[in-house]
């Protein structure tokens, strides 16, 4: 096992949920959690996402929330923090914005700060603890933008997935927000499927994200949501920066995404008993 240093230095390290591996990798910095990878890191370029559905996100968010540097940016809520990509992306991106990221394993934040330079509070708080037991505990309408991307192994936690905790998220939105949500899945699409019936539950607008083979059942991979209390479009500007992404994406709008969940069971807490 690494020692606790400063900075990022190869090597296994002991966390509260096993172990995370840092391992240099094209320029950057991989970190694993239990075997899968998690975060991509490159220290001098904060621009740069390796994964794409983080880049997906990202376009999803920049698109339904311009980047003003006349203007604070964003209020943001991350839901799974691991090394804290997506912070440090959206603080390059946008001016003056202000986020909590939450993850809940302490061992794991506190490697986060040692191993790479995030930004401090208030730009970036990072607080241990449930998502969920954080999100119900919000004051309402203080969130520009709530993203969940905290996995159990390979899925996403139960409790987040169902339309009670949704309605929590919805509730700490601000009426112009957007939640954006992570979903791994294989090739049957049923957790997608139910997710995107979940969260249609709750928000009037939806958008889902990922690339060909994945919509059409060919791998395993990842599938993003986007909902809002206001539309989400697909722009033709959107459309092309998807498409001309290095792994080239697909947007289905509010209708594509409903009908990509028609029959899909809306998941309640009641299934977790």
Known sequence: MAARGSG??????????GVAELSPSDGGWLVTINGAESSHVAPDEPGRLDFEYMRQMMMLLEHHRPPDTTAPGPRALHLGAAACALPRYIHH?????RQVAVEIDAALATYAREWFDLPR?????????????VVEQLTPHTRDVVIRDAFRGDRAPAHLTTVEFTRAVARVLDDDGVYLVNCADDRRLGLARAEVATIGAVFGHLAVVADAAMLKGRRTGN???????????????????L????LPAQILDDGKAR?????APVNTDADLA
């Open 8 to 17: 990022p230095s190869p090597g296994v390290y002991p966390i509260d949920s």
């Open 93 to 97: 991106r946008y001016y003056g914005a």
């Open 121 to 133: 509070a208030p730009a970036l708080r990072i607080r241990v603890g449930d998502a969920r037991d």
């Open 223 to 241: 599938v993003v949501i986007a909902a809002s209390r206001r539309p989400i479009e697909a722009t033709a500007g959107l459309v092309r920066e």
């Open 243 to 246: 498409l001309s992404d290095p």
């Open 259 to 263: 009908d990509f969940a028609r029959g």
